[in-house]
């Protein structure tokens, strides 16, 4: 199995200007891509720290013409937030800007705060969502949209863009095997993230799910034959082993706290995060690695072969890291750890 590697970013806020973090966060795409990774991807997140660019399609602009190479896109496109005509549009676009290396993520949101930021009531943004990853599909794959729907109608809208690529590649991010039987029905791949153990049972699902539904007519007939099956996982290389351990736990728990803030300022349960509130259970369930470039290397190694992935969307940049040990951090995985994990 070859394994391939990405990046993921939330791209949260730093105790510095926004233009200096964009900025550098570019320097690490940059990076990435000299170092040959395949995918930039980017989150969305609304009205927190946590999330720094609310509209990823801005950014991932700016990135198309800074970068000719890496794959970018979100993960993802809060759909129930959108216009999905303007939407469709957007979509088009940054294919283009980035000649042909748009990959779109598409999702509900897990946050209800932030959707309900929106007026969207967090029971009816399934529905949306559901209803909206049709209706974008749709209206890539037509020269005129008519869509009558529960919550979206068009009628003969004429879709004058049409992306480079056809199909488009779709992400998704579900947890829920309801969820994943719905991607993988429209040929989507797909990233996971919390345990080792958790990412095992999402994988073989998922890959379950998709042979199931290898002709379901909703899945585009020259779209992948296998998708890419993906684990999210926060990173941090260092030879001192114990400065690694200190700036890794450092930057998870301001990272967390971003995470949190919402959940705590409306006295909002958020009992998913709590398995991972503490830096010493994350490092345990497998969801940060840190330390050498051998110790990373056997750590991931032995994810990989747990859980069958051969996708791993890395996260270098997070909390309060700093954009000097990000990228050192970046560059020795890639000299160090990349040719270890390919051999194997």
Known sequence: MTIEFGIFDHLDMRTESLNKTYAERIKVAQAAETAGFRGYHLAEHHGTPLGAAPSPGIFLAAL??????????????????????????????????????LEVGLGRGVSPIEVSFFGVEPDS???????????????????????????????????????????????????????QAEAAKRGMHTISLGSTDLIRQTSENYRAEWRASRDNPLRPASGPNEPFVGAWRMLYV???????????????????????????????????????????????????????????????????????????ALQPAFGDIGHDEEMRSLERFAAKVMPQLKAA
């Not at 529960?150 to 480079?164: A, F, G, I, N, S």
């Open 125 to 179: 943004a399934v529905e949306m969502f559901i209803e909206g990853v049709d209706l974008i599909i749709r209206g890539l794959n037509c020269s005129k949209l008519t869509f009558k729907g529960k919550h979206y109608r068009y009628e003969d809208v004429p879709m004058v863009l049409q992306t480079v690529q056809s199909p488009l590649p779709l992400w998704s991010a579900s947890m829920s095997p309801g969820g």
């Open 64 to 101: 198309a013409q800074a970068t000719s190479r890496i794959r970018i896109g979100p993960l993802v496109y809060l759909v129930p937030l959108y216009i999905p005509l303007r939407l469709i549009e957007e979509i088009c676009m940054l294919d283009h800007l980035s000649n042909g290396r």
């Open 238 to 312: 260092n030879e001192d082993e114990r400065k690694a351990e200190a700036v890794a736990h450092q930057a998870y728990d301001d990272w967390f706290a971003k995470l949190h803030k919402l959940w705590v300022e409306n006295n909002v349960a958020a009992p998913h995060l709590g398995p991972i509130s503490k830096f010493e259970t994350a490092e345990e369930i497998g969801m940060i690695v840190h330390g050498g470039a051998d110790r990373v290397a056997d750590a991931l190694a032995r994810q990989v072969e747990i859980t069958g992935v051969n996708y791993l």
